[in-house]
């Protein structure tokens, strides 16, 4: 008995949120285990007419029923299985509302130790088939494998367009030939079958030109330039793998290619050369020599991140120097003269390299983007929602390791706009509102900081809700009273949801908190702002680099902290009349707004020069919404200092996010302001 056609879309609804799922599991973490194997099993059950479907579904199972059994989160295998399997259920669920046959079952579902497989298992001897990309083995290699090819496929429409109008041009044909036979030997490293199966044949091809056995025309440049283009498309796949974590769900074929190459190779006189004497000895380099320049110089060089990373650390050294040495001139009296100049002609090149130095570490935050656009559209068709979601400012660059880290936070943020920023269609007509959301996630520069803005349209934060929930909770007491800035807050402490019910996008009360943890590791910070029934606005503020800080140096008795510049609003001497108590604690009546007054000695346990307020100096910082005053003894300078770590003695020190060397050669404390008040 076949499936009833009412059960389709059901079946359909399921296959679309175990997607979802499937795009966001990740090797080593355990999160949507459970929901994967819920939705499994309603398909599987209602599968259960089309034994194939019913077969292939209950092959997984039991691997993921062990895993929550064993408290074990996935395993690279195991996802690329989950991915497969949910690439063959679309074709399969597709089919069988067409009424046409169920496509063959995933090859080798059932070995999980295989790793990832195709999708289906392609004719014998065909080699038109999925590309099989092991990330978990061969990452880096794919990396390298990626940037190389990109570069050779450039090289190699170049050299074939300038050999179109010179047929006999042999630095072009070996140029191509070094290109293709690096590909080749990559691919079949790689296991990329296809791609390599393609590049031997065209290889083998333009071996006969280069014996001059075969003279290359018109023809059979079309029909290089075509296996080039199919050789681009897998190399796209590889980088959107690479990218997105997708695994290529179509098959680029290569058969008709190899056999029309082929058909070349083997074509009679008439395109060969009438002459047939051997190459000279220049048409016959090594293939494995570097290849020859074709049209131009390249525009780029591929940098192992290890050596950024090196650099950086050694131009942080140098201008740890330079600060000192300028600290030695002043202190010998030498404030002027040739050596005065001296050290400020080094100041100048240490800047300038130190600038250099950190754009070499910046890349767009495209990638991270994209990434959302998919995650968006998946959770759209999941939560049955109407979504227009757009970006702006992708070509906005950040430092290597903020756009790699800032993945998991913009997660979070787009299931929390969709799930619960957004309404149903029907309940946006109710409103007025048009039934398709609007979600905007944007990245632009703001001083020395990027401002990353993820706003919705939706229903809005409600802060009555919101404190409601939080005294249920036990968060807040019955009769405590907070700022709309402090409600909003909430919604960042652990285990705190507004959602009414668990679905498989949120609910459980993780993610937000996860959020704000991981942007105050980049030494970020979050704004909410909400209107109720007009949307949401949610902002990260970020450091354009993790190497090297603006910042604020103070001091405290005899000690000196630094205060990051971004978080600073101003800084000045109050008069006695401004500061005044209110129930036991300090706070600074900054035209007519009241502050709440910290002192920092009493924070670190040090002794104070300033132990009244109007004799030292106030600092105004703002975290998170939050605005207060900090009381120093001295505002010594504004300078650029490099990070440094704490090591493990000081590790997760409250207030206090790393240290500098400062120009005489003593520490500095980088105080983070969000923990300060916190801790505060």
């Known amino acids: 008995m076949p499936i009833s056609p009412e059960l389709f879309p059901t079946l359909e609804g399921l296959l679309n949120r175990l997607a979802v799922e499937a795009v966001l599991a990740a090797p080593g973490r355990d999160e949507g285990l459970i929901p994967v194997f819920s939705l499994l099993g309603e398909l599987r059950e209602g599968c259960a007419p089309e034994p194939a479907v019913h077969s292939a579904i209950g092959s997984l199972l039991p691997d993921i029923e062990q895993c929550l059994e064993a408290a074990k989160p996935f395993a690279a295998p195991l996802v690329s299985r989950l991915r497969t399997l949910v690439e063959w259920l679309g074709s399969a669920l597709t089919a069988l509302r067409e009424g046409r046959a169920v496509p063959p079952p995933v090859a080798a579902l059932p070995a999980a130790e295989g790793g990832p497989v195709p999708a289906a298992a392609p004719p014998a001897g065909s080699p038109d088939a999925l590309l099989h990309f092991d990330l978990a083995e061969n990452r880096e290699l794919l990396t390298e494998f990626h940037g190389e090819a990109v570069e050779h496929l450039q090289q190699i429409e170049a050299a074939l367009l300038a050999l179109e109008r010179q047929p006999d041009d042999p630095e072009a ?212 929602k109407k979504v227009d979601f757009t970006t702006a400012g992708e070509d906005t660059e950040l430092d290597r390791t903020v756009v790699e880290e800032i993945g998991d936070p913009l997660v979070h943020m787009v299931r929390n706009a969709l799930d619960h920023g957004l309404e149903p269609p029907d309940e946006r007509r109710a409103q007025g509102k048009p039934e398709t959301g609007a979600v905007r996630l944007r990245a632009y520069y703001q001083g020395s900081s990027v401002i990353l803005e993820l706003r919705d349209d939706g229903r809005g934060i409600d802060p009555d809700r919101i404190l409601a929930k939080a005294r249920r909770q036990g968060l807040v007491p019955a009769d405590g009273s907070l700022s709309r800035e402090e409600i909003f807050a909430l919604i960042f402490m652990p285990g705190f949801s507004t959602a009414e019910e668990v679905t498989s996008v949120s609910g459980r009360g993780v993610g937000m908190d996860v959020v704000k943890r991981n942007i105050e590791r980049l030494r970020g910070r979050i704004e909410v702002s909400s ?49 005044v108590t209110i129930q036991g604690g300090e706070v600074l009546d900054l035209h007519g707004k009241l502050l709440p007054l910290h002192r920092l000695h009493r924070r670190f346990g040090l002794p104070a020069r300033a132990l009244d307020p109007w004799d030292g100096i106030v600092v105004i910082v703002e975290s998170s919404g939050k605005v207060c005053a900090l009381l120093v003894d001295e505002m010594i300078a504004k300078q650029e200092v490099v990070i440094k770590s704490l090591g493990a003695f000081m590790q997760n020190l409250p207030g206090v996010s790393g240290g500098a060397i400062l120009g005489d050669g003593n520490i500095a404390l980088i105080l983070d302001p969000i923990a300060l008040l916190e801790a505060a």
């Open 173 to 384: 044909l070996n140029s191509i030939f070094r290109s293709f036979h690096t590909i080749k030997g990559n691919a079949g490293f790689l296991g990329l079958g296809p791609m390599h199966r393609l590049a031997h044949e065209v290889e083998s091809l333009l071996d006969l030109a280069r014996d001059r056995r075969l003279r290359l025309h018109s023809g059979i440049i079309t029909e290089i330039l075509h296996s080039r283009d199919a050789l681009q498309e897998m190399v796209r796949q590889a980088g959107r793998v690479l990218e997105k974590g997708e695994l290529p769900n179509r098959i680029i074929p290569v058969s008709h290619l190899i056999a029309a190459v082929r058909r070349w190779a083997e074509s009679p006189a008439p395109a060969a050369l009438a002459a047939s004497a051997p190459a000279p000895a220049a048409a016959r380099p090594n293939p494995e020599a570097p290849a020859a320049p074709t049209d131009g110089p390249s525009q780029t060089v591929r940098v192992a991140t290890e050596k950024l990373d090196s650099l950086m650390d050694v131009v942080g050294e140098l201008v740890i120097v330079q600060s000192q040495l300028l600290e030695t001139a002043r202190g010998s009296g030498a404030a002027a003269g040739p050596l005065q100049r001296d050290i400020a002609q080094l100041a100048r090149i240490a800047k300038e390299l130190q600038h250099t130095a950190m754009a070499l570490r910046m890349i767009p935050i495209k990638p991270a983007f994209q990434k959302m656009e998919r995650l968006a559209r998946d959770l759209a068709r999941d939560c049955g």
């Open 531 to 579: 209107e109720v029934g007009r949307g949401s606005v949610f902002q990260i503020v970020l450091p354009l680099t993790l190497a090297i800080i603006d910042g604020l140096v103070v001091r405290v008795g005899d000690d000196r902290f630094i205060i990051p510049s971004t978080s600073v609003q101003m800084a000045l001497r109050p008069k006695r009349e401004n500061i």
